[in-house]
């Protein structure tokens, strides 16, 4: 007899939550999926693993014993996975640029997969980082899926890792610096600097659906990459320019968040399912687990935007042919 190690996961989850519930929400997937999985486990084995009704769950002798050995079986399992990820070849991801969503969650990888090599790169942009995914050059990458001017090829899949909010990068000295949120309408009044490139075209996208929702103004456009890049600009012009709220800046720079709506970024992991590998798979299993145990996907209690293309993202699933 064959296991299938996903359903001695399944089991084994169950057994440490005793609720069909709350185990369906650690595995990421439907309550009644991990029912009938474990019905049918129980057949194969021929033996009740579990006792239930409405209101309990609980383990028989027989599914204390298979928990036991099940959970020694998915470590042995994990081992092989390490051992034989430790020889291959380093998981290749692009990161984009310095100090973003991208970088923090390489940092957390590296640390959950010490056997696991990554060779990290930059391209500045997901429209930048296409060609060499579909070329098979890379594994993984991230940005926002839509803006780019073309949909993205069915062999590509994506999945939602963040809504993060953007903020306004302002010179200290600033008017707007004297508040400690900016509500988004209120930059009308003052002309933004937009710092972006085409290898960037959906950040730039993003920027433009922006500016032209809440009547925004254009004091200049400058071709650039990179945080420290916008950050010298900003320095040197004085107007405000979209960015993040969070990391170092620079003296003489403040971030503020915007606010009445809270502009929100969404990343996704984009991957090639020609060429992805087991070790791929695992490494979006660890993104979507720190996304979730984050918050990443929740949005804000209070008013929020995002372009009509991405809140249309939001009522369906991934793309994963």
């Given at each position: 007899?064959?296991?299938?190690?996903?359903?001695?996961?399944?089991?084994?989850?169950?057994?440490?939550?005793?609720?069909?519930?709350?185990?369906?929400?650690?595995?990421?997937?439907?309550?009644?999926?991990?029912?009938?999985?474990?019905?049918?486990?129980?057949?194969?084995?021929?033996?009740?693993?579990?006792?239930?009704?409405?209101?309990?769950?609980?383990?028989?002798?027989?599914?204390?014993?298979?928990?036991?050995?099940?959970?020694?079986?998915?470590?042995?399992?994990?081992?092989?996975?390490?051992?034989?990820?430790?020889?291959?070849?380093?998981?290749?991801?692009?990161?984009?640029?310095?100090?973003?969503?991208?970088?923090?969650?390489?940092?957390?990888?590296?640390?959950?997969?010490?056997?696991?090599?990554?060779?990290?790169?930059?391209?500045?942009?997901?429209?930048?980082?296409?060609?060499?995914?579909?070329?098979?050059?890379?594994?993984?990458?991230?940005?926002?899926?839509?803006?780019?001017?073309?949909?993205?090829?069915?062999?590509?899949?994506?999945?939602?890792?963040?809504?993060?909010?953007?903020?306004?990068?302002?010179?200290?000295?600033?008017?707007?610096?004297?508040?400690?949120?900016?509500?988004?309408?209120?930059?009308?009044?003052?002309?933004?600097?937009?710092?972006?490139?085409?290898?960037?075209?959906?950040?730039?996208?993003?920027?433009?659906?922006?500016?032209?929702?809440?009547?925004?103004?254009?004091?200049?456009?400058?071709?650039?990459?990179?945080?420290?890049?916008?950050?010298?600009?900003?320095?040197?012009?004085?107007?405000?320019?979209?960015?993040?709220?969070?990391?170092?800046?620079?003296?003489?720079?403040?971030?503020?968040?915007?606010?009445?709506?809270?502009?929100?970024?969404?990343?996704?992991?984009?991957?090639?399912?020609?060429?992805?590998?087991?070790?791929?798979?695992?490494?979006?299993?660890?993104?979507?687990?720190?996304?979730?145990?984050?918050?990443?996907?929740?949005?804000?209690?209070?008013?929020?935007?995002?372009?009509?293309?991405d809140r249309s993202e939001l009522r369906a699933p991934h793309r994963q042919p």
């Amino acid at each position: 007899m064959d296991l299938d190690l996903r359903q001695v996961r399944y089991a084994v989850t169950l057994a440490e939550e005793l609720n069909f519930g709350r185990a369906a929400a650690r595995l990421t997937i439907a309550q009644q999926t991990l029912s009938a999985q474990i019905t049918t486990l129980e057949k194969r084995l021929g033996v009740t693993l579990f006792t239930r009704d409405r209101r309990h769950v609980a383990l028989t002798p027989a599914g204390e014993t298979f928990t036991q050995q099940g959970r020694r079986l998915l470590a042995d399992a994990q081992r092989l996975i390490d051992e034989v990820t430790r020889t291959s070849t380093p998981l290749r991801i692009d990161v984009l640029t310095e100090g973003l969503t991208p970088s923090l969650l390489t940092q957390h990888l590296r640390a959950q997969t010490p056997c696991l090599a990554f060779e990290v790169l930059q391209s500045q942009g997901l429209a930048a980082a296409l060609p060499r995914l579909l070329a098979g050059d890379l594994d993984l990458t991230f940005g926002r899926a839509h803006g780019l001017g073309q949909d993205l090829p069915a062999t590509l899949a994506t999945m939602p890792v963040r809504l993060e909010p953007i903020g306004v990068i302002l010179p200290a000295d600033h008017p707007l610096a004297a508040h400690d949120e900016v509500p988004l309408h209120s930059l009308a009044d003052h002309p933004l600097l937009v710092h972006t490139a085409d290898e960037a075209a959906e950040w730039r996208d993003w920027i433009d659906e922006a500016i032209t929702t809440f009547g925004l103004q254009v004091a200049l456009r400058v071709r650039g990459h990179g945080r420290a890049a916008i950050h010298a600009t900003v320095q040197a012009r004085g107007h405000p320019a979209f960015g993040l709220t969070t990391g170092h800046l620079p003296d003489g720079l403040t971030a503020r968040p915007l606010t009445d709506p809270v502009p929100l970024y969404p990343w996704h992991a984009v991957w090639n399912t020609t060429t992805a590998t087991p070790a791929l798979h695992r490494t979006l299993g660890l993104i979507r687990t720190y996304s979730q145990g984050h918050h990443w996907h929740h949005l804000p209690d209070e008013p929020w935007w995002l372009p009509e293309a991405d809140r249309s993202e939001l009522r369906a699933p991934h793309r994963q042919p």
